[in-house]
């Protein structure tokens, strides 16, 4: 059973930067294709980046392409997303996804989910 634990959410002011971590366990990370998702108030949970399991593929919503980066570690088990020039539209719970067979958009193809962290951008 694969678990995954999110970090590095907080308050940031526009035009700031934040990295979140997607620490994981139970499973051969490397095995697993990796997702962040994020979910505002309100709002449907929304793509945001994947990676493959080698790490050699990253995909990005339109939305943040440009401004955040997904990296991975298999040596660490970890997944980060580097996030800058964040906007107050990118206040979200931030979620990692992992799957074994699935790398892409569609949040429900993510057998495996963390239990998310906070990200708000003040203007």
């Known amino acids: 059973q694969v678990q995954l634990v999110e970090s590095g959410g907080g308050l940031v002011q526009a035009g700031g930067s934040l990295r979140l971590s997607c620490a994981s366990s139970g499973g051969t990370f490397s095995s697993y294709a990796m997702g962040w998702f994020r979910q505002a108030p309100g709002k449907e949970r929304q793509f945001v980046a994947a990676i493959s399991r080698s790490g050699g593929n990253t995909y990005y919503a339109d939305s943040v392409k440009g401004r955040f980066t997904i990296s991975r570690d298999n040596a660490k088990n970890t997944v980060y997303l580097q996030m800058n020039s964040l906007t107050p539209e990118d206040t979200a719970v931030y979620y990692c996804?992992?799957?074994?067979?699935?790398?892409?958009?569609?949040?429900?193809?993510?057998?495996?989910w963390g239990q998310g962290t906070q990200v708000t951008v003040s203007s």
């Open positions: 996804a992992a799957d074994p067979q699935y790398y892409g958009s569609i949040w429900r193809r993510y057998d495996y």
